[in-house]
């Protein structure tokens, strides 16, 4: 259940020697799980923050990380994030909740300026509230993006990079990420961004591409669908397994000075690459009968070159990636055909 947070009056935060705690917001989201996983194997007390009077993802929040506390609140309401700072008293907050679809934040742009962008400088407020503007007291992680550097100045792209969004997305991504430095400059804040390229996994959202591709191929070996309708087959990115994101995430919090990292794997593939893995997973090779294309999910503005260049936390933090592009997409489909099996209807 996930506990209602006290409005008023705000207490500062008081430490005392205990196990470290974290609060998550976006725990219900594909990384909040995996962060979540993480954190509660490191021995962390873990509190989330849910959204919404009835949000149905608890339950899978709570099946798979059973001792985490579920607090609830929103990032566009600071009163809630207060809160749930006050009965968290987190020593790490990891700001992951967001609109995060690319494609919607055109469609609405401006919830995603408010929960996007806004939300980054309200939980930021929070802390500092709480902390009495000691802000140093609570090392925060921002969940920046590759999409911030969008129509790209160079090619591989570093923490130097200058960015150019694409999208009402990466628009708002910016304006979290210089409000996390502006915070860290301001305050003193242990506020770090972490530049992530895509991330993806068995538990990524049915809405992004390899996601729609894994289940796609896996319900047409089951015979439960005919075709996929993407859009752009010729756009690429840099695809790294989200179990290996948080890592970085975490080792990002373990420094001992505040910073900004690039993380991904440094390879880019196609959409088309995509497809020739997912299907050459269930024995097919020609997948041009099995996919359509609709202008519905074409970018107004796409985004050409994301390759990163993850030298920093590869030599900083000791990060680099586990799982390669083809055993990621392995991955996915085997999880997909294992899923849809016990979806399928009987006899189907
Ligand atoms: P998901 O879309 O899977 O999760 C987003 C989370 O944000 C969900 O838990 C969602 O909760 C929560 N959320 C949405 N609106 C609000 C709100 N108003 N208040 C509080 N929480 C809210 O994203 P990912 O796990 O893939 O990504 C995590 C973060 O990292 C996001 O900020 C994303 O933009 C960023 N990122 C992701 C990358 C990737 O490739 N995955 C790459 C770079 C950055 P609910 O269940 O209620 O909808
Ligand atoms: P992205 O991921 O926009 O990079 O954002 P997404 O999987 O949505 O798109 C990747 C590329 O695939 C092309 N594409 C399609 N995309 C979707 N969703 N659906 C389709 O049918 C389709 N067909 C082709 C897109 O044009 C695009 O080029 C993700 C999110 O997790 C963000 O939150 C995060 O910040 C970035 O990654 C880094």
């Not at 609830?72 to 749930?84: F, K, M």
């Not at 538990?203 to 996601?211: A, I």
Request: contains cysteine.
């Amino acid at each position: 259940m996930a506990q209602t947070a006290p409005r008023l009056p705000v207490h500062p935060v008081t430490y005392s020697c205990r196990v470290p705690r974290a609060l998550i917001t976006g725990i219900t989201g594909q990384d909040g799980l995996y962060l979540a996983e993480l954190l509660t194997g490191k021995g962390y007390a873990v509190f989330g923050l849910v959204r919404g009077q009835s949000n149905p993802k608890v339950q899978l929040v709570e099946s798979v990380v059973p001792g985490v506390e579920l607090i609830e609140g929103d990032l566009t309401d600071l009163p809630s994030l207060i809160s749930a700072m006050e009965i968290a008293q987190p020593d790490e907050v990891y700001n992951l909740g967001a609109i995060s679809y690319v494609g919607l934040s055109w469609r609405q742009a401006e919830l995603t300026g408010d929960v996007t962008g806004m939300g980054v400088l309200r939980m930021l407020e929070a802390i500092r509230i709480v902390t009495s503007n000691d802000m140093g007291r609570v090392r925060f992680y921002q969940a920046s993006s590759s999409e911030m550097f969008g129509k790209v100045r160079e090619v591989p792209q570093t923490e130097a990079t200058a960015f150019h969004p694409r999208s009402p997305y990466g628009v708002a991504k910016t304006f979290g990420h210089y409000m996390t430095v502006n915070y860290r400059e301001s305050y003193d804040a242990f506020a770090c961004s972490g530049i992530l390229f895509n991330h993806e996994s068995p538990r990524r959202g049915v809405e992004f591409v390899t996601r729609k591709v894994s289940r796609g191929v896996a319900r047409i070996a089951l015979g439960l669908q005919d075709t996929i309708t993407l859009g752009n087959l010729d756009a690429r990115r840099d695809w790294g397994f989200a179990g290996d994101y948080v890592e970085a995430m975490w080792q990002m919090l373990q420094q001992p000075e505040p910073g900004d990292y690039v993380i991904a794997t440094g390879e880019t593939w196609s959409i088309r690459d995509l497809l020739d893995l997912a299907f050459s997973r269930i024995g097919i090779e020609d997948w041009s009968s099995y996919v359509e294309q609709d202008p519905r999910f074409m970018r107004l503005a796409e985004v050409d070159d994301l390759i990163g260049d993850a030298a920093k936390a590869k030599q900083t933090l000791g990060w680099k990636p586990t799982v390669n592009f083809t055993e990621l997409v392995q991955m996915m489909v085997d999880a997909d055909l294992e899923s849809e099996r016990l979806r399928r209807p009987p006899g189907a």
